[in-house]
């Protein structure tokens, strides 16, 4: 342990489409929306997070809601340096030192990225004062995070559904052995249902009340066991231009999100269809695991079960597995060396 080891804290980021985790001493310590609040004449970030998306479809002409990730890229470079930046100054146990602390970070990025795009991520973190940097893909951080003992010589499926993007990948002896990234996830979910609000009730929503129907009564199959009751929404009437109020039931959500959740099974089947032939008895044997936010839409793990024909299992907090994972890999650097990214 050297001097500069002293002054080092350890980080592990999530940084999502939709959502941020950090981990820092075993605790999950921030867990924010991506979202960035800027102000249009001076240029000046005035909120991060939860209290940006506060003001999200809620701003007058200067203020403006950025997501600086899309896609699971960063797509404005400026506003998400400054996003991590505020996140980062906001772990507590940081806050508390006088010295501003050199970072070792693990920072998970989704398996379909280019080189550039990579750069940019590393290029980010080491702005933030990120000494070292590694880089992790998501479906792996995904299956150490939902517990799968990733270095055996032993198949194991995960498909990963976050805010920007599907990531599936079939994982052995610490690598991916095939891999699939779609951008259907979360994000297109909440379109889809913007657009059958305005399509089938002629009701105008913004994206915070889209997600809030997702989250109360999404679903990906109509014949669920246990159905959400019906929700009343708010909006816009696009004829009369007056606020009105409809009811709308997880069935016609589901009709919503039909082609969207058709595309993912699309890729699964498709993932499947290229695993090599041992690796393909393993997954009939495990099955498929599902992570990230938009594995709890209900009905999903049914549906992809029926369609695959194999069981299908969520991890049990399935919108921190990817952090947890990320975290697992930071704790035990030596030993998950040859799945990091330098």
């Given amino acids: 342990m050297g001097f500069f080891d002293f002054l080092t804290e350890e980080i592990a980021i999530d940084l999502g489409t939709a959502n941020t985790l950090i981990i820092h001493n075993d605790k999950v310590v921030v867990d924010a929306p ?11 970030i005035i909120a991060v997070g939860r209290e940006a998306a506060m003001m999200q479809g809620k701003t007058h002409e200067n203020i403006k809601t950025i997501r600086p990730l899309k896609d699971g890229v960063i797509a404005d470079f400026d506003a998400s340096e400054k996003m991590i930046n505020m996140f980062i100054n906001d ?3 940081l806050k508390k030192k006088w010295l501003k602390p050199s970072l070792r970070m693990v920072i998970c990025i989704p398996s379909g990225i280019t080189e550039v795009e990579m750069r940019a991520v590393k290029e980010s973190a080491e702005r933030v004062n990120g000494k070292e940097v590694y880089l992790i893909h998501e479906p792996m951080a995904a ?3 939902i517990g799968v003992d990733i270095m ?13 993007t599907t990531e599936i990948a079939v994982i052995a002896l610490g690598g991916i052995v095939c891999d699939k990234s779609v951008k259907v996830a979360g994000d297109v979910f909440t379109n889809d249902i913007v657009y059958y609000m305005r399509t089938q009730h002629n009701l105008y929503v913004g994206e915070r009340t889209a997600e809030k129907i997702k989250i109360q009564i999404g679903a990906a199959t109509e014949d669920l066991e246990l159905p959400p009751d019906e929700m009343d929404v708010q909006g816009r009437d696009l004829l009369t231009g007056k606020p009105k109020q409809v009811q709308t039931s997880y069935r016609e959500i589901a009709k919503a999100l039909d082609k969207s959740i058709l595309r993912i099974e699309d890729a699964v089947m498709e993932t499947l269809s290229q695993t090599p032939p041992e690796l393909a008895a393993d997954i009939y044997n495990t099955g498929i695991y599902l992570a990230g936010g938009g594995s709890m839409l209900r009905g999903l793990d049914k549906r992809l079960s029926q369609k695959t024909d194999l069981p299908v299992y ?15 890999c930071l704790k035990n650097l030596a030993k998950y060396k040859s799945v990091l990214i330098k």
């Fill in 34 to 44: 991506s979202i960035v609040a800027r102000d249009r004449t001076t240029g000046k």
């Fill in 314 to 328: 969520i991890a049990e907090d399935p919108l921190r597995a990817v952090v947890r994972g990320t975290g697992i």
């Fill in 91 to 93: 772990i507590p146990a």
């Fill in 152 to 164: 055996q010589p032993k198949g194991n499926m995960v498909v990963d559904i976050g805010g920007g």
């Fill in 143 to 145: 299956a150490i995070g």
